[in-house]
């Protein structure tokens, strides 16, 4: 149900200056190249000094990329009326923390990983705008539900340098992540006792207002809730060790109804990732099918409650599901629902095109920290 990351973006001009509100790292002022030529799906990032060439992050050898360009033709006729398509300006959204982790193990490589094939095949040089959970993100929705999102582990303080102890504290992690981004150029917000999720869907309404696209990069299925005609993901795929788009019509093929659903069935079905657990731990026999029917039915969760309390819409074990575990459910759709009033604005600057020259020697300064580190961990045990 994916599609490759082939697209391409006009990628021509002077980088803007940034500004530096109390919720961000605000990315410095750098000049951009001027670009020119379509890149195929395995062109590499562009190399800021000849130092970096020939290194290679996240899997791709470290070139310099040629100008690029971005026109979509009409080649259905044969002759010489090609007609350009003009489309809006797209905005990225990356939620950080889960490409931190290599399955349920936080790991820097993973981020240093996936955040390369992303700045390089992906986004290019379309704006960027960087969301990582704020501390204490999750206590909100454990007070209602103990098991969410309680089994991940959080980063370890391993990560250091030489002029360092390793004994540091937990957030020096993400504050290696943080300023790694920022030096590409990529706004980080961060608010405290807020979760990413919900940071990323009260600005991507806001996004929207502005008549632009929007991409949510992240494997995270909380945002299927918010695709839309202007709103699709992009999501890590760790088998294939690419990332690939998920639109609209890739989700009304695979479940048959409007995303305006999935909230709906996910409170039904449930979240293991997030420690949500669905009504089939309850009922073994209400699954996905059962829950797919009554959706498409009745429209949404508090539809099909509301019915069921009133007459009979279901098996006898639907039914008793239903007005019985009324308050199971509700109780996932508020743990499960992504809300839009989180106290942030999107700030103008953060909407300009993305400088990408600073994009190899960052990367390759972070894994020769990384490399390092890992030296120094090893020596240790050694000794």
């Given amino acids: 149900m994916m599609v490759d990351v082939l697209e391409a973006r006009v990628a021509m001009g002077m980088c803007m200056g940034s500004h530096n509100p109390t919720i961000l790292r605000s990315a410095p002022s750098v000049c951009c190249t001027k670009l020119g030529t379509k890149p195929s799906a395995s062109t590499?990032?562009?190399?800021?000094?000849?130092?970096?060439?020939?290194?290679?992050?996240?899997?791709?050898?470290?070139?310099?990329?040629?100008?690029?360009?971005?026109?979509?033709?009409d080649n259905?006729?044969?002759?010489?009326?090609?007609?350009?398509?003009?489309?809006?300006?797209?905005?990225?959204?990356?939620?950080?923390?889960?490409?931190?982790?290599?399955?349920?193990?936080?790991?820097?490589?993973?981020?240093?990983?996936?955040?390369?094939?992303?700045?390089?095949?992906?986004?290019?040089?379309?704006?960027?705008?960087?969301?990582?959970?704020?501390?204490?993100?999750?206590?909100?929705?454990?007070?209602?539900?103990?098991?969410?999102?309680?089994?991940?582990?959080?980063?370890?303080?391993?990560?250091?340098?030489?002029?360092?102890s390793a004994k540091g504290p937990v957030?020096?992690?993400?504050?290696?992540?943080?300023?790694?981004?920022?030096?590409?150029?990529?706004?980080?917000?961060?608010?405290?006792?807020?979760?990413?999720?919900?940071?990323?869907?009260?600005?991507?309404?806001?996004?929207?207002?502005?008549?632009?696209?929007?991409?949510?990069?992240?494997?995270?299925?909380d945002f299927k809730q918010l695709i839309c005609q202007d709103v699709q993901l992009v999501m890590p795929l760790p088998e294939l060790k690419r990332w690939s788009f998920y639109t609209l019509n890739h989700y009304i093929s695979q479940y048959k109804c409007d995303p305006l659903s999935d909230l709906s069935l996910r409170c039904i079905v449930g979240d293991e990732a997030d420690g949500v657990p669905g009504i089939q731990h309850l009922v073994p026999g209400f699954g996905m099918k059962t829950a797919l029917k009554l959706i498409k039915k009745h429209g949404?969760?508090?539809?099909?409650?509301?019915?069921?309390?009133?007459?009979?819409?279901?098996?006898?074990?639907?039914?008793?599901?239903?007005?019985?575990?009324?308050?199971?459910?509700?109780?996932?759709?508020?743990?499960?629902?992504?809300?839009?009033?989180v106290n942030v604005r999107i700030q103008e600057e953060w909407l300009h095109k993305r400088c990408t020259e600073n994009d190899l020697e960052t990367m390759s300064n972070f894994l020769d920290l990384l490399g390092e580190t890992r030296s120094s961990e090893r020596l240790k045990r050694v000794q």
């Fill in 44 to 73: 590499p990032l562009i190399a800021s000094s000849s130092r970096t060439e020939g290194r290679t992050v996240g899997g791709l050898l470290l070139r310099r990329r040629h100008d690029l360009t971005e026109v979509k033709r």
């Fill in 300 to 341: 949404s969760l508090e539809n099909l409650l509301n019915a069921a309390a009133v007459r009979t819409v279901g098996k006898p074990y639907v039914q008793d599901a239903l007005t019985k575990h009324a308050s199971y459910f509700r109780r996932n759709y508020e743990v499960l629902s992504l809300r839009r009033d």
């Fill in 76 to 164: 259905d006729n044969d002759n010489d009326n090609n007609i350009i398509i003009k489309k809006k300006k797209r905005v990225f959204f990356l939620d950080v923390n889960p490409i931190c982790y290599d399955g349920s193990t936080p790991s820097l490589h993973s981020f240093a990983h996936w955040i390369s094939l992303f700045f390089s095949e992906v986004s290019l040089t379309d704006p960027v705008i960087a969301v990582i959970d704020g501390e204490g993100a999750h206590e909100y929705r454990r007070q209602m539900l103990p098991s969410y999102k309680a089994h991940r582990r959080k980063f370890s303080p391993w990560v250091s340098n030489s002029r360092e």
């Fill in 171 to 221: 957030s020096r992690s993400y504050q290696l992540i943080s300023d790694t981004l920022t030096k590409c150029n990529v706004p980080v917000v961060k608010i405290p006792a807020q979760e990413a999720d919900d940071v990323v869907a009260t600005l991507v309404e806001q996004v929207l207002k502005k008549g632009y696209r929007v991409v949510i990069a992240s494997p995270d299925k």
